[in-house]
C-alpha cells in the first residue's frame, strides 16, 4: 500500500515553501521517523520525517516550490527492507585489495557528502561543487565555513568574460547575464517573507520615528566591574542587549499603549513582555522572541540570546520561536550604524532601534567631557501612539541606562 507523503502544515499564515533538499532518493527504503526532505519556508527550516517504513518514491524534485497539503512523495510500506549481505570473508591483503579499501575521509566527504541541512542549502542556492572543496570539520566534513567561503572565492575569481570557477548552473533562473553585467537569481523564501512584511508594515501602520541619545559610561562600567563574576557564575557573557531589555520592560511599563497592537477596529493591550531580539543572519533577518523577559534574569536573558543566535546560525530555529512577540528590539550597532529608523515588526506597535556606541564631547555640569554616546531610535504606530508617549517611552530607557540602579540588577 502506497502512503502520501504530504506537506504539513508549519505555522500560521505559511501557505507554501521549497523543498531544498531530499535526505533519502527513489528507491531508498525508509524507517518511520526518518528525515525525507528539508522544507524551506518564508519563516523557518523544517525536516519532514517518514511516518512509516517502506520504500520511497520522490515526485518533485530538489528546489522546487510547493503549497502546504501537496503530495511530494509516496512510500511503498508493502515492500520490506533489503537483506543486507553477509559479511565476505577476510582475505590476504594484496595490492589489488587496496583499490578496494574505503575511501579516506576526506575522500568521503568530496564524494557522497552527507551534509548538513544548513550547509547543503547553501550548497545548493549558490551552485558549489562540494567535489572541489576542502572539509575543515570532522573526517574532513563540510562545515558552512567551507562552502561560504568557497562561494566567496568563486565570486572573486570570476573574470570580465563570464570564466570563473564554478560549475555550470543548473537552474536557468540563478544565472549570469548580459556578459557578467548583473545576475538574476530567485529570492528565497525567507526574502520574500521579510521584502512583504516590511512593504506591509509601511502600508498599513502610520510609522513616525523619535529619538534620543544616552551616554553608556555607567552601563560600560558596571558590566567591566561584574564580567569576570558574571562569566565564571554562568558560563556566558554580560552583554549590553540584557541592560536595554530591562530598560525597554521599564519603558513600556511606564507607556503600556507600546506594548500593544491595533487589530481591525479593536486596540488590544498586552499585559505580558515578550520581546523579539532582531538577528541578522546569512539568509536575512529574523526576530526570535525572549519570552516573559520580565521575569528573567541578566543570565537568562543572555542566555536566551545566545541560544537564539546559535539556532538562527544553524538555521534550527522553529516556528514558535518567532511568532507573538509584543515588543522588538534591533541593534544595528554591531554592524556599525550611528542612527536609523527602524521599521515595525507587524502587528507590534513599536520598536527600539540600538546604535554604534562613539565617544563624542558633551556638556557636562558646564564642562565638555568626551562621553560614549548611543543614538536610540524608536519607531512606533501612530494611530495607537502619540508623540508625547513615544518620547516619555525612550527618557525611561536613556534615564535606566544612565543610572542602572533604576534596573534590578540580578547578575
Known sequence: MSIEVKIPAVGESISSGVVSVWHKKSGDHVDAGDALFTLETDKVS???????????????????????????????????????????????ASASDETKKPAAPRERAAGAQALSPAVRRIVDEEHIDTASVGGMGKGGRL????????AENRGAKQTGDGESGAPPVKDQKDRQSAGDRFTRKRMSPLRRKIAAQLVM???????????????MRA???????????????????????????KAAIEGLRAVPTLNSRIEDEDFIENHFYDIGVAVGTERGLVVPVVRDADKKSFAGLERDIADYAAKA?????????LQGGTFTISNGGVYGSLLSTPILNPPQSGILGMHKIMDRPMAVGGKIDIRPMMYLALSYDHRAVDGKEAVTFLIKVKECIEDPSKLPLDF
Do not use: W, Y
Open 46 to 92: 523544517t525536516e519532514i520525517v517518514a511516518e512509516k517504513a517502506g520504500v520511497l518514491e520522490t515526485l518533485v524534485p530538489e528546489g522546487q516550490e510547493v503549497k502546504i497539503g501537496e503530495v511530494v512523495a509516496t512510500i511503498d510500506d508493502s515492500k520490506a527492507a533489503p537483506a543486507k549481505p553477509a559479511p565476505a570473508e577476510k582475505k590476504t
Open 143 to 150: 562545515t558552512k565555513g567551507d562552502v561560504l567561503a568557497a
Open 313 to 321: 546560525r544553524e538555521g534550527k530555529l522553529k516556528i514558535e520561536d
Open 219 to 245: 552601563v560600560q562600567e558596571l558590566r567591566a566591574k561584574s564580567q569576570e563574576a558574571f562569566t565564571k557564575k554562568n558560563g556566558l557573557k554580560l552583554g549590553f542587549m540584557s541592560f536595554f531589555i
Open 201 to 215: 508594515a509601511q502600508h498599513t501602520a502610520a510609522i513616525l520615528t523619535t529619538f534620543n541619545e544616552c551616554d
